[in-house]
Nanobody, 123 residues
Framework: QVQLVESGGGLVQAGGSLRLSCAASGRIFSNSAVGWFRQAPGKEREFVSAINWSTSSTLYVDSVKDRFTLSRDNAKNLLYLQMNSLKPEDTAVYYC????????????????WGQGTQVTVSS
């Protein structure tokens, strides 16, 4: 079992920055992926970014490339999502998620989820 707890959401003006944190506990298996999804009101859950826990390879959705960056603290099993140049369309609940067997963009393939943290970007 893997437990995930997000933090760091909030309200920010367009152009601003936020850093989300995901604290992972439990056993993260080799080749597992940990990543972020987001869901805006009335929309489907969307893949944002993920990292392969073993290889550190990363994947980002095109809309956040060059603005969002994943990093992690291996000793503390923390995953960070640094979000810069935020736009109103980034407003959503952001979820941390984990799965075995590498990165996937498919939310249904992730077995473990956090409770979510709200990010609101005002224009």
């Amino acid at each position: 079992q893997v437990q995930l707890v997000e933090s760091g959401g909030g309200l920010v003006q367009a152009g601003g920055s936020l850093r989300l944190s995901c604290a992972a506990s439990g056993r993260i298996f080799s080749n597992s992926a940990v990543g972020w999804f987001r869901q805006a009101p009335g929309k489907e859950r969307e893949f944002v970014s993920a990292i392969n826990w073993s290889t550190s390879s990363t994947l980002y959705v095109d809309s956040v490339k060059d603005r969002f960056t994943l990093s992690r603290d291996n000793a503390k099993n923390l995953l960070y999502l640094q979000m810069n140049s935020l736009k109103p369309e980034d407003t959503a609940v952001y979820y941390c998620a984990a799965r075995r067997d590498g990165i996937s963009r498919l939310s249904s393939s992730y077995a473990y989820w956090g409770q979510g943290t709200q990010v609101t970007v005002s224009s």
